[in-house]
């Protein structure tokens, strides 16, 4: 069922009007309170429940086991220890050089500009990172670009979070403006899920910066699911694709979501139908609280076995594993290599 109010509805609106108390998200999907154990309540003290109603939206009423629903609702499993799953599983308080900066990978640079999201999903790998102390401020500025300018490997920003597409139009566009300044920056990519949690978010202030910069665009997008992308959702990301920023999907690996080889194909069909290519499908951090979602690699393998039997290869997504350490994203190509 779609609801209208949402199409219409300004995004800042929706993004002030998160559900973040697990029994009215329930109470909305017709499901009984029963469904949270109550560890569940306590998981959520932790990371709290943070989900758009236009992203409820898309959820089947009355089915516990709805694939974007098990994505966001807090679970009692998450209290469980295991030794393998840990806070920073890609040890990013290494890499931190500047408040807000991690670069990593030779190229590019990648810039925290805030530390929320506008929805929380349980297996996010950031789920334990201090964010909030460490975001740049105005002032930082210039320590970024004397950082940049030092390192002229460095030609491509990539905007990621937090979400940065939750901050406003005027706030992106005084960093975007900050970034073209830059002379050796050829590409900005924005890493963002809002464009699918709310779809409004794709405004024409938005597009109208975007296709207006002298950089290269490349929006990456994070939908797990077809279910996820709508008539609506897919119409604001072909209307990136119109003004030629180049929309790019990345999706993680979860059991009980999209463990299943016609799941992830019908993803890239439905992703290609909005004009987005498949980029990158990874296999889940081991962060704790999100062993739950974790799939065999054994099974991992035989999945993606299928996918790539049954897709066109523009269509079929790398699958990758971040080794804390590494120069790149590492490509899993089956079992003897992870
Ligand atoms: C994933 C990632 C990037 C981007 O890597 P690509 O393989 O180019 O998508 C850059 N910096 C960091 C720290 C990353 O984790
Ligand atoms: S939107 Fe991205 S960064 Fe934010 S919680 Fe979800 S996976 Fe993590």
């Known amino acids: 069922m779609i609801n209208y109010l949402y199409q219409e509805q300004n995004w800042q609106k929706q993004l002030n009007d998160l559900i973040t108390d697990p029994l009215e998200l329930l109470n909305i999907l017709q499901l009984s309170p029963d469904q949270l154990l109550s560890g569940a309540i306590l998981a959520s003290n932790e990371f709290k429940l943070r989900v758009p109603r236009a992203f409820v939206d898309k959820m089947q009423k009355g089915n516990p086991a709805d694939p974007l629903l098990l994505q966001i609702l807090p679970h009692h499993l998450e209290l469980e220890e295991y030794p393998e799953f840990v806070t920073d599983p890609l040890a990013e308080e290494d890499a ?5 900066v991690l670069h990593k990978y030779h190229s590019r640079f990648l810039l925290t500009l805030t530390g929320a999201c506008a929805v929380h999903c349980r ?3 950031r789920r334990h990172f201090p964010y909030q102390e460490n975001l740049p401020k105005n002032e ?7 950082y940049i300018e030092s390192h002229p490997a460095i030609e491509e920003v990539i905007l990621s979070g937090g979400d940065p597409l939750t901050l406003s139009n005027r706030k992106l566009k005084i960093w975007l403006e900050r970034i ?4 050796q ?3 900005l990519r924005i890493h963002s899920r809002v464009p699918i949690v709310i779809p409004n978010r794709v405004d024409d202030e938005l597009i109208s910066l975007l296709k207006n910069s002298r950089l290269r665009i490349v929006v990456v997008v994070h939908s797990n699911h077809a279910l996820e992308l709508d008539d609506y959702t897919c119409s604001k990301l072909a209307a990136l694709s119109f003004e030629r920023i180049t929309v790019l999907n990345q999706a993680v690996l979860l059991k009980g979501v999209n463990d299943d080889a016609e799941t992830l194909i ?3 069909h439905r992703l290609f139908e909005a004009r987005v290519l498949p980029y990158y499908l990874h296999v889940l951090d081991k962060v704790k609280g999100a062993q739950h979602f974790d799939v065999e690699t054994s099974k991992v393998d035989h999945i993606y076995q299928e996918v790539l039997a049954s897709l066109s290869g523009y269509l079929v997504p790398k699958l990758v594993r971040e080794i804390a350490g590494e120069k790149n994203k590492t490509p899993l190509f089956g079992v003897s290599t992870f």
């Open 96 to 100: 931190n050089q500047l408040p807000g």
């Open 123 to 125: 297996y996010c790998f």
């Open 140 to 146: 930082d500025w210039l320590n970024i670009q004397n």
């Open 180 to 183: 073209e300044s830059l002379a």
């Open 185 to 187: 920056i050829k590409i």
């Open 266 to 268: 019908n993803l890239s």
